[in-house]
């Protein structure tokens, strides 16, 4: 495998591959763009084509090409190596014999066997494929997506995966199959049972978990206890707070018009595709979440939220919009008719899919007209833009757009300007704080992989790199005396903690002298420590 990791890196040049994501600009004999892993105006992501390494020097990201696909693509190191193969056309040679495999292979490969079993089954039940047809699903779309029925009982997966030699934990461990608590049958069953089955994938396409639809019963619903759709269990390959669905169908798609489309459910999201809308991804079974947000940017800061046309969805689009504003996403929302969804609205009529997707509007004019709609008494309006509209103003990062916004607002409502921007003076920055198991951004990632080092190591490290990236940027540039400031401050902080060191080691040599009464020796020490001091003193100052 070594290997094969030079040789991709021999055929493939960084600048091409980052240049497959973000616009880079020339900048010396580098290159920069704004950086894809944390937020900012300003460029000062670097990619270095004689090095073949990129270096954020805002948030401290860096790296080769490998560790790009695996931070831009959420992929880890074997998936962004297959990626990378595929790209630069090197067949990797695996020489894992099925002992060496990671329980990760193995895993991968137990839910690619449940898929194909999936898929089999699908064509062998009548009713679920009736279903299928019902929602409009065509033929094409099934085979692209893969998806399948779990058959109406108890073993029949997980039967099929044993016969085929697949171990009982790696089947347990993929979230395939469980054992129940209380009883005193420990023998696994089958999670997915009477359900279409919906595989989710990683952005490579390979199988990761799945998702499984109820199939409704004429003759009343006999699992009413049962959710409507039931996902895999999070696994060491599944986060669900972090998986886009659809993600690897629609990420070239999303790059290429410059926007995407968010929708909620699978149906949705399958329909969306076979419409057209290729720039589509769902959340799997979850709200939308600042770690799916901050992926989806990589790929484009538009955003289109297209949920369902009711006061859930509404409110599952409020959530999202603030959550998207405050990543410095443009926001538009589409207006559902009263009660449908996506895959209702599609399969009745994609071409209206279409026009209401073209027709969204930016989010604070969308509930402005909800508002709007509902409110007849205009007191009631101005009170409830205050409360709703205005904390979602206040956390765009753009002057213009504020007072865009601001003017609109004004001219709708007949309130002064004056009053909004008084007001918006006043009010709270929306709450844009995620569920508490989507906290875990790729940025914490980058700050922990320094923090082992010292102070004084990390510091050193980055006056190294300073000087490497001015070897190649364009002398007095902007960012060549960015780098200047940088580096003066760095050596001010040096020495700081240089002298600090030195002092620490006077004021011992000092208690050493005290003890052993050496008063020519204290009276040398006493000055010296005096000048380390004012020299400490100084360095403050001059921050
Ligand atoms: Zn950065």
Redesign the pocket.
Same mark, same amino acid.
């Given at each position: 495998m070594r290997g094969d990791v030079d040789t991709i890196k021999e055929r493939l040049d960084i600048t091409e591959v980052v240049s497959g994501y973000i616009k880079l600009e020339k900048a010396g004999t580098s290159f920069k763009a704004r %950086?894809p #892993?944390?937020n900012?105006k300003s460029p000062? #992501?670097f990619v270095s084509q004689t090095r073949q390494s990129f270096y %954020?020097f805002? %948030?401290g990201?860096k790296g080769d090409i490998f560790s790009f696909i695996e931070e831009m693509e959420g992929l880890d190191f074997r998936g962004a190596l297959k990626l990378l193969a595929e790209k630069a056309g090197v067949e990797i040679e695996y020489h894992a014999t099925s002992e060496s495999k990671t329980e990760k292979d193995k895993i991968f490969f137990v839910l690619e066997e449940a898929t194909k079993f999936f898929e089999k089954e699908l064509t062998l039940n009548d009713s679920a494929r009736q279903y299928i047809i019902s929602r409009g699903i065509n033929e094409e779309t099934v085979k692209s997506w893969r998806i399948g029925y779990a058959p109406a009982e108890w073993r029949s997966l997980y039967n099929h995966l044993r016969n085929l030699g697949h171990e009982e934990g790696i089947i347990m461990k993929a979230g395939l199959a469980r054992v129940s608590d209380g009883s005193a049958n420990k023998e696994p069953y089958d999670v997915f049972r009477d359900r279409i089955i919906f595989p989710l994938a990683d952005s490579n396409g390979s199988i990761i978990a799945f998702s499984g639809r109820i199939l409704p019963r004429e003759s009343g619903n006999s699992k009413g206890t049962e959710p409507k759709y039931l996902n895999s269990p999070e696994t060491i390959l599944f986060t669900k707070s972090e998986v886009l669905y659809g993600l690897d169908k629609a990420k070239d798609h999303i790059r290429k018009r410059d926007y995407a489309v968010l929708v909620e459910g699978q149906m949705d999201l399958v329909l969306s595709h076979q419409s057209g809308i290729r720039n589509t991804i769902a959340s799997s079974g979850t709200a939308f979440t600042r770690a799916h947000l901050e992926r989806l940017k990589r790929l484009s800061s538009r955003i289109i939220l297209a949920f369902d046309g009711d006061l859930a969805g509404e409110r599952a689009a409020q959530k999202s919009a603030i959550l998207g504003i405050s990543l410095d996403l443009e926001v538009k929302v589409s207006n559902l008719p009263e009660g449908l969804d996506p895959a209702e609205v599609i399969r009745q009529d994609s071409q209206a899919w279409n026009d209401i997707l073209r027709g969204s509007l930016p989010s604070v004019e969308f509930f402005f007209n909800k508002i709007e709609e509902r409110e007849k008494d205009q007191r009631k309006i101005g009170k409830r833009v205050e409360k709703e509209i205005l904390p979602i103003i206040k956390l765009m990062n753009s002057a213009i757009e504020q007072s865009h916004f601001v003017s609109m607002l004004s001219k709708r409502t007949g309130i002064k300007e004056e009053m909004f921007w008084e007001d918006l003076k006043k009010v709270k920055r929306a709450d844009t704080s995620s569920p508490p198991d989507s906290n875990l951004d790729s940025r914490d990632e980058i700050t922990n992989r320094a923090s082992h080092l010292t102070h004084r190591e990390q510091i050193e490290e980055r006056l190294a790199l300073i000087k490497l990236w001015r070897e190649e940027l364009p002398k007095s540039s902007q960012e060549d005396l960015l780098l200047d400031k940088e580096e003066a401050e760095l050596n001010n902080n040096l020495s700081r903690i240089l002298s600090r060191d030195d002092l620490k080691k006077l004021v011992l040599e000092l208690a050493r002298a005290e003890a052993s009464k050496d008063t020519k020796l204290i009276k040398k020490l006493t000055l010296k420590i005096r000048k380390v001091h004012s020299q400490i003193r100084d360095l403050e100052e001059k921050r």
């Open positions: %950086c #892993f944390h900012e000062s #992501f %954020c805002g %948030c990201a």
